[in-house]
């Protein structure tokens, strides 16, 4: 048994203001143990490091761009924020599948030593080819699902607003994952988006059977992307001028 794994599920947006929106679609994701990724990437025939093949994963995809290894890096943020998590690191993503990969959202779970969470890292990417993290601790009484909240400083969707708030509620890694994000301004809720899946093992047999019912995952993600703007833009909501990016690569969050 590894702490790696596959997590097949739903994608839900729902949109509130300014008019209502929704959209829905199935992907699938990987949990990758950072300390078990060489053996899991040397043991598995489909899944491979890099940037070509069925299905591929590659570092350099997430991270500072620097070439850091991925744990190293998630360790370096956590110091700088004066968190203590010196466990296990565990990245939730999604592959690249025929070499072409797209992460709107990646989430690291951070581990102290005694295997209870410490953080959790939100490594956000936009259609602009610029990435963001948000990194917020959670309490040592852990509850579940992990609620925490940060203020948006990183623009994502040309029809949003820099003026808002995210607030986060995750239940970890398990049998089952799920994560919220309301995206608020004050008390009004503009917009939700949940992923919720269910943990299958990361085996040959488990990733041919998610490939085969997601066979274009990474294309179908930016494809809905696009395809949903469009749709917005069709109702008439206006486009949201493009800031420069945080000067700071982290904004710090908080339980909720």
């Known amino acids: 048994m590894t702490a790696s794994a596959i997590y097949e599920g739903v994608v839900a947006h729902r949109r509130l203001s300014p008019r209502p929106h929704r959209l829905r679609y199935r992907i699938f994701m990987l949990l990758l143990d950072l300390d078990e990724l060489p053996d899991v990437l040397s043991r598995l025939r489909l899944l491979g490091s890099g940037r070509f093949g069925l299905l591929s994963f590659r570092a350099a995809d997430h991270g500072d761009r620097g070439g850091m290894a991925l744990k190293p890096y998630a360790h370096r943020l956590l110091a700088d924020a004066g968190i203590v998590a010196d466990g296990p690191v565990r990245l939730l993503c999604m592959p690249r599948i025929l070499g072409y990969g797209f992460n709107p959202l990646s989430l690291y779970f951070c581990h102290r030593a ?22 917020a601790a959670t309490p040592e009484e852990e509850t579940s699902p992990v609620r925490q909240t940060v203020p948006k400083r990183f623009f994502v969707s040309p029809f949003m607003d820099m003026d808002l708030v995210y607030d986060f509620e995750v239940l970890p890694p398990g049998e089952a994952v799920a994560v919220r994000i309301s995206v608020r301004r004050g008390e009004d ?54 800031p420069p990016p945080p000067a700071q690569a982290v904004t710090l969050g908080g339980p909720a």
């Open 114 to 135: 005694d295997g209870s969470l410490a953080a959790i890292l939100y490594e956000v990417r936009n259609t602009f080819g610029q990435r963001h993290s948000y990194l």
């Open 189 to 242: 809720l503009v917009l939700t988006a949940t992923f919720e899946g269910q943990r299958a093992p990361l085996t040959d047999g488990g990733l041919a059977k998610a490939w085969l019912r997601h066979p274009l995952l990474s294309l179908k993600v930016i494809a809905g992307i696009h395809w949903e703007a469009a749709r917005i833009l069709a109702r008439g909501i206006g486009l949201r001028r493009r």
